[in-house]
C-alpha cells in the first residue's frame, strides 16, 4: 500500500464532556451517584474524518478520544463513583469495533498509532480497576464484535444479553484478514484465561459466540435473557461499588489546556515543542514549577489542575500525542528541562509525603500513565542535560525515558541531577519496574545507592551509570548535533523495532504483551497484501469482490 | 517485494560432521577431550543456494544446518565435552553474520523462516549449557559483527581479541535498516542485562565496539591482548570445563534417517507426512512404537538412535522443517497418531523412572526441542483423535501444542486420550509452563486432576478440558472436512499472528521475547520498503546507490 504524507487537519486530543458527539457520561440516579455510565451513540455523520460513516456504533479515533477523556474526568472529577457501566445507546448492538472504512483509508502509520493509542484508552479502564478502586463492568446490550468485544474484555465484568441474536465476536481474522489487535487476543488467554484451544476456535469464528456458550467458553460472565438483563447488570453492577476500595477525596476539575500553536512547534505553560522539520528533529521541553505549589493535598485540592504536578504532565500527554499523530516526519526528540530542581523535588516530597491520600495518588498515576505514554511513543528520545538543566526526581524520568542521556562535562557551569523517592517506583513502567529497575537490571544495588544519593555532577552521574555520554565543553555541540544527524539518518522503521526491543527489558506482563508481541504482528499483517493489497480483504471490505490470498504462510 | 513461490531445490536438514563444508567440530588435545571446539571456517563458493559468495564468514542455512547438527551430536555422540568453544578459522575475522546479498534475493517467507531456525539453534546452545552442563565460550579472535556478535552472546562466555582492529558491532540497524534479529537485542539487554542506554548506542555504531569499551559495557567478558588471547581463552574454557555439571552416560551415536520421499509427501519409520497440495492441507502421522523398546537407561544406549523416543522425535523435526521451508503453502496440518497406548506409556514410564540418568536426560530434552519446533511452526494443527488413535503421554503432547483437539464421540469403537509422568512438565515450552499448565491458566488445579487420572474417553476428556470440540460418527466427516477447508481459506498472515498470540499465555521467556517482540518487529520491518524496497536500505547493499527512505516514524 502506498504511504502518503497525511494532508488532513491535524489531530486534536482535548475535549470536554459538554463537547462529545458519541458518548454519554451519565451518573444514574438508581446508583445515587456511586456510578458513571459511559453510553456509546455513536453520529454515524461525524467521524473524525470524512468518508466512513460510523455505522453499527463503530468507532475512530475521535471516539476514542472522547471515551479517554471520560476515563481522565471520571477520575478526577467524579470522586463519589465507585465503578464504571460501560453500554451502548444503540438497540441490539453494543459497539461493531473500529470503523473498517477509515482503517482502508488510513496509511499504515495512523493505523498503528490509531490502535496504539485506543490499547492505551483500554489499558487506562483497566488501571482505574486495579490502582483506583473503580471497576468496571461492561453492559451488552446487543453484539459486540471486533474492538466492540475488545472493549469489554477490557473491563472486570461482562454481562451479554440473551436474545437470541446478540453475540460477542472476533471477525477480524475470517472477514478482513487482520488481527484483533486492541488486546483481545492477548486477554482472551491471558486476562480472562480462556483455553487457547477455545480462544482459537472463538477467533474464527464470524459470526461470533452467544448465550450460554458465551459463558461456557469464559468470554463473558453472565448472559441472562432479556427480561432479566437488567437485573443482572443492577445486582452485578452493585456487586462491584460494594467491593470499591476507593478512596474519599474532593473532586478536581480538569480546566482547558492553553496552548499557542504555529508551524514552529507549540507553548504550553510548562510544556515547549519546537519543530525542526528539514532535520526531522524537535525540541522538548518541561519546565520546573516557577511559583508557590501546593504542599499539601488541601492545597492540591485548592490549586485543582492548574498545580504544576498535573498541569505540565497534561500538557506533556498532549505534546506526545502531537508528535506522534501530527508530526510523522520528526524522528528524533531532544529532551529539555529548565528551571530550578529544588521546586522540582519540593513537589516530589508532598507527593511521597502524602502518597496515600486519594488526589495524591490520582495525580501520581496520571504522571505515570503520560511517562509510559512516553516509553511507548516511536520517536528516538535524547536527554540533553546542560547547564541551567532540571533533571530532579519526576522530571529526572524524562531522562532515564529517553534512550539517551547526554550530560555536559562543563568547568565552568556545573550541571547537577537528581533523584527522589518519586523514582523508587511511584511510576513504574509497563512491564512492572520502575525506570531504575529497568536501567539497573544487571546490577540491581545500584537502584538504593542512586535513590540514596545525590545530586549528582556529571562525574559522579557517569559513575553512577545514569549518563550515556558526557563530552566536555568543547566537544558539546560537534558531538550533539552529530547524534542528532546521525539518528535522525536512519530507517524510520529500524528505530522503532529497535527501541521496542531496548526500552522493555525485564519481565513481561499483559501490557507489554500487548503493545509488542500482539501490536507487532498487527503491524506486520496490516503491511501484508492478504489484508491492505489490493485484492486484501481489508481493502475490499463491503464490496462484492472476494479477496484473493498469497497463500504462503510465513 | 513482489513473493514468488520458491522454485529451489527442497531444502534437507540431515548432514554430518564427515560432511561439513563450513565448520570442523575438533576436540583439541590441550583439554584431553573436555572440549568440543566449533570452528567456522566458511567456503565462500559452498553457499546453499547459487549468487551469493559467502565472503567474510557470513553465513546462509547451510551453515547453520551444519551447526545445529554439531549441537546435537556434541550432546549425544560426546559424553565426555564438558565445554564447547565457538570460534573461526579465518584470520581477524570472526564472522560477519548472515549474508546479506543472500537476504536481498529471498523471499519474505524464506528470510522470516531463516531466522527462526537460526534462532532455534542459537536457544539450543544456550539450553545445552542451562540443562546439560555444557556451557560455551566464544572465542573472537576476529570481528564477530551482526549474526556473528550474535551467536557470541548466545554463549555463557566471551573473549574477545584486543588487536586495535577486531570489534563486535550490530551495523544492521545503521546499514542495512533491519535489526540484529538472531536475538540480539534481547539478549544485550534481557541476557547480559547492558544498560538500554549503552545497548542503544552500540546497537548503531556501525564499526562497533573493541577492546577495553567492550568489557566496560558488558559486550564481552574480557579483551586481552593478542599475546595473551589464546592463554585467556585457556583459562577461562578450563573454567567451565571445571564447574560444568554434566552427567556420564554412553555416548549415543544418531544413524542417518531413512525416509522414502515423493510429491506426496514423505514417509519416515514412525512418521508420515502426506500433502494435498489444492486444499493447502497436510496430515502429520506419528506411530507409536511396535516392538521392543528399551526398558533402561543401558539398553536405551544398546538401542541407540533407532530407540523410538529418538528416533521418531528427530523423524518429527525433520518432517517439521521439511514443512516450513519446503511446504510454504500447506496451512493447516492434521496431526493423527497411531498404535498402542500402552507402548508409548512404557516408554514414558522408563523415561520417568530414569530421569535423573544422563543420557535419559539427553533424550527427553531432544523430544522437549522437538516439541517446541512444534509450537513455533506457523501452520494451524489440528489434532484428530479417532478410534485407533494414539495420543496417550508423550503422544499427547502433540495434541497439547495442537491449536484444537477434536476427538470423535462414537459409539461403537471407544476413542480414548491418556496423559502420563511425561506430560507433567518433562516438555516445557517456551514460557517456561507444560503444555497443561499453558492450558489450564484458569483452572490450575486441573493439571494435576487430568495427571492423576485416565485414560479419558471422549465425554470424560471434554469435560476435563482436554478436548475442543467432540462431534458425534454422525456429523465427523463433515464437521472435520468443513473445519479444515474454512482454516486453509483464511489469511496465511492473520493465522500466523493468530497462532502466535495464542499459543503463548502466561509468563515470557528470553525466549518467547525473542520470537515474539523481535521477531515480530523483524517481520515487520522485513516488509518495508526502506529495507526491501528497491531503494531499500537492504536491497541496496553493495550497490553504489544510497538508500532512500520514507521517513515517517511508525
Known amino acids: 500500500m502506498a504511504e502518503t504524507n497525511q494532508t488532513h487537519e491535524p489531530v486534536r486530543f482535548e475535549t ?25 451513540d455513536i453520529k454515524e455523520e461525524r467521524g473524525l474524518r470524512p468518508g466512513y460513516p460510523l455505522k453499527l456504533n463503530s468507532y475512530d479515533l475521535g471516539v476514542d478520544i472522547e471515551l479517554a477523556d471520560a476515563f481522565q474526568r471520571i477520575r478526577f472529577e467524579h470522586p463519589e463513583v465507585k465503578a464504571v457501566i460501560v453500554t451502548s445507546g444503540k438497540d441490539r448492538i453494543f459497539c461493531s469495533g473500529a470503523n473498517i472504512y477509515m482503517l482502508g483509508m488510513s496509511t499504515h502509520g495512523f493505523k498503528v498509532n490509531f490502535c496504539k493509542f485506543t490499547n492505551e484508552t483500554r489499558l487506562y479502564l483497566e488501571e482505574m480497576s486495579a490502582e483506583s478502586g473503580l471497576p468496571s463492568l461492561c453492559a451488552l446490550n446487543g453484539t459486540g464484535s471486533g474492538g466492540g468485544y475488545e472493549l469489554a474484555i477490557a473491563c472486570d465484568d461482562i454481562v451479554l444479553v440473551d436474545d437470541g441474536s446478540s453475540a460477542v465476536s472476533f471477525p477480524e481474522a475470517p472477514l478482513l484478514a487482520v488481527l484483533p489487535g486492541t488486546g483481545g487476543l492477548t486477554r482472551l488467554v491471558d486476562k480472562r484465561k480462556i483455553r487457547r484451544d477455545l480462544a482459537d476456535a472463538f477467533s474464527t469464528i464470524a459470526e461470533g459466540v452467544r448465550g450460554k456458550r458465551s459463558v461456557e467458553w469464559g468470554l463473558v460472565d453472565e448472559s441472562p435473557p432479556k427480561a432479566k438483563y437488567e437485573d443482572v447488570v443492577k ?31 507549540a507553548d504550553y505553560k510548562y510544556v515547549s515543542i519546537a519543530l525542526d522539520e528539514k532535520a526531522r528533529t524537535a525540541t522538548l521541553t518541561v519546565r520546573a514549577p516557577s511559583g508557590m505549589e501546593p504542599t499539601t493535598p ?36 531532544a529532551v529539555k528541562t529548565t528551571g530550578e530542581p529544588a521546586a522540582v523535588l519540593a513537589v516530589d516530597a508532598m507527593l511521597a509525603k502524602y502518597k496515600d491520600d486519594g488526589l495524591v495518588r490520582e495525580v501520581t498515576l496520571l504522571m505515570k500513565r503520560v511517562l509510559k505514554r512516553m516509553d511507548m511513543t516511536a520517536k528516538s528520545f535524547f536527554a540533553l542535560a546542560e547547564p541551567g538543566s532540571c533533571f530532579a526526581g519526576t522530571l529526572l524520568e524524562l531522562a532515564l525515558a529517553a534512550d539517551r542521556l547526554y550530560m555536559k562535562d562543563s568547568g565552568d557551569e556545573p550541571v547537577s541531577i537528581a533523584t527522589s523517592p518519586m523514582n523508587g517506583g511511584a511510576f513504574p513502567m509497563g512491564n512492572g519496574l520502575s ?15 542512586v535513590l540514596e544519593q545525590g545530586p549528582f555532577d556529571t562525574a559522579a552521574a557517569l559513575k553512577a551509570g545514569l549518563v550515556t555520554f558526557a563530552p566536555d565543553d568543547l566537544d558539546w555541540d560537534d558531538e550533539i548535533r552529530i547524534a542528532f544527524e546521525e539518528r535522525a539518518a536512519m530507517s524510520p522503521d529500524a528505530m522503532t523495532g529497535m527501541e521496542a526491543s531496548l526500552r522493555f527489558a525485564g519481565p513481561e506482563t499483559l501490557e507489554t504483551k500487548i503493545f509488542a508481541r500482539l501490536s507487532a504482528w498487527q503491524n506486520w499483517i496490516f503491511q501484508r497484501p492478504n489484508a491492505v493489497g489490493e485484492r486484501g480483504a481489508l481493502t475490499l471490505y463491503g464490496k462484492p469482490e472476494r479477496p484473493e490470498f498469497n497463500w504462503n504462510r510465513t
Chains 1, 2 share one sequence.
Open 235 to 265: 445486582r452485578r453492577t452493585a456487586a462491584l461499588v460494594a467491593g470499591s476500595k476507593r478512596k474519599a477525596f474532593s473532586k478536581m476539575a480538569f480546566g482547558p489546556l492553553e496552548v499557542k500553536r504555529s508551524a514552529k512547534g
Open 16 to 40: 470536554h464532556p459538554d463537547r462529545y458527539v458519541h458518548w454519554r457520561l451519565e451518573f444514574p440516579a438508581e446508583y445515587a451517584g456511586a456510578v458513571a455510565r459511559l453510553v456509546m
Open 435 to 449: 525506570r531504575l529497575q529497568t536501567r539497573f537490571l544487571g546490577a540491581p544495588d545500584r537502584v538504593a545507592q
Open 298 to 333: 488541601e492545597e492540591l485540592g485548592k490549586a485543582g489542575s492548574s498545580a504544576w504536578c498535573v498541569q505540565a504532565f497534561r500538557e506533556l500527554d498532549d505534546a506526545l500525542l502531537d508528535l506522534r499523530f501530527n508530526q510523522p516526519t520528526i524522528g528524533v526528540v
